[in-house]
């Protein structure tokens, strides 16, 4: 075998045992929402289109710096496949050369890289004449690309790029000039250290004990925030374009928020589990998940919120966030009928909005 082979072989391997276990919730999302998959990947390519039209610079460098976080979220699930992280060292056994190396982890990088494939997509329906009179377009696709190998190799300099570029939004700057200033940090960021966050609480208490697990587990509270955003975004734009069919949309919103949130309990009893004798000695087990709930319900809120002042107030939303404590605490005990739990709030909300 080749280590050409070997990398499709691994890469293969990988991608099938994520969507293993991403089958379930896969499954129920697609099957419940498919009515509103096409609107979703419609709303992408409109942002596109937006970048393209270039009507308000302000508003492109938005749908700029949206696209660039969901491409970040979606290497970072997939970044284990495209390195083959668990067999790295393996690979030099196969192959001396370094280049060859991070050739393999670019062309499976590109391969991998839906968010560039739909710009391709779209460069290409545009014809070079019409892409011509767009040249930050263009630019917005190498920076595409530039942000994925980033995120394989310096993944901090990706991350604080982002942070950087939205502080940039705030000015009125052209999409070429935006580009470049996202460019120039992200250069530069990479030659930044790492940077490590510390905390060491003077006395442990149940706040503290959380504040350390998000400290320690930052990037699975950062992704929920991110794609919770993100949804609530993507379906500002559908009203955007069909306003009448944004009541429809926003439930739905507030409905996967919901499950992404609730999931989190999962990991967190878990992490409750591993550390039960010590705060049941303590008597404190008790008042421990009565903070995780409060903390995952607060966090949910903030998105909901976030929400209803970008989008619009909506009752069955409001309904969603009342329901949310039981799905927290389905997560939380039942984990495994949390998608069933789920699923059937979602018809019964529907079924529910289409009687009324």
Not at 119 to 132: C, F, Q, W, Y
Not at 227 to 252: F, Q
Request: aromatic content about 12%; overall charge positive.
């Amino acid at each position: 075998m080749t280590y050409l082979q070997y990398r499709i072989t691994a890469y293969r391997y990988a991608l099938r045992m994520l969507l293993k276990q991403a089958n379930q919730f896969a499954l129920m999302i697609s099957t419940l929402f498919y009515i509103f998959l096409p609107g979703l990947i419609a709303a992408m390519f409109f942002g596109l289109g937006r970048i393209i039209q270039n009507d308000s610079e302000q508003a492109s460098n938005q749908i700029i710096w949206g696209c660039l976080l969901l491409q970040t979220l979606l290497l970072n699930v997939l970044k284990p496949a495209i390195l083959d992280d668990a067999h790295r060292m393996f690979h030099h056994s196969l192959t001396k050369s370094k280049i060859r190396l991070i050739a393999s982890d670019i062309a499976q990088l590109v391969a991998s890289h839906v968010l560039l494939w739909m710009s391709l997509i779209l460069a290409l329906a545009m014809g070079v004449d019409k892409l011509a009179r767009a040249p930050h377009f263009i630019g917005f696709m190498i920076t595409q690309l530039g942000m994925g190998i980033m995120q394989l190799y310096r993944p901090q300099a990706a991350v604080l790029t982002l942070v950087a570029s939205l502080v940039l939004l705030a000015t009125t700057s052209s999409n070429l000039a935006y580009l470049a200033w996202l460019n120039a940090c992200l250069l530069a960021l990479c030659f930044v250290k790492p940077i490590r966050l510390r905390y060491s609480p003077t006395k442990l208490t149940v706040w503290s004990f959380w504040a350390l697990y998000g400290l320690c587990h930052a990037w699975s509270l950062a992704w929920r925030v991110s794609i919770s955003l993100l949804v609530v975004w993507g379906v500002a734009v559908i009203g955007v374009e069909r306003p009448e069919l944004l009541h429809w949309y926003t439930p739905m919103a507030a409905l996967f928020a919901s499950l992404i949130w609730a999931s989190l309990c999962i990991k967190t009893t878990k992490y409750i589990n591993q550390h039960r004798l010590f705060w049941a000695s303590l008597k404190q087990l008790g008042a421990l998940a009565q903070a995780q709930h409060i903390l995952i319900f607060v966090l949910y809120f903030l998105c909901w919120l976030t929400g209803v002042i970008l989008l619009r107030f909506d009752v069955f939303a409001l309904a969603i966030l009342i329901l949310a404590p039981v799905l927290q605490w389905c997560a939380a005990t039942i984990p495994q009928r949390l998608a069933v739990c789920w699923g059937s709030f979602a018809v019964l909300t529907y079924l529910v909005k289409v009687l009324m």
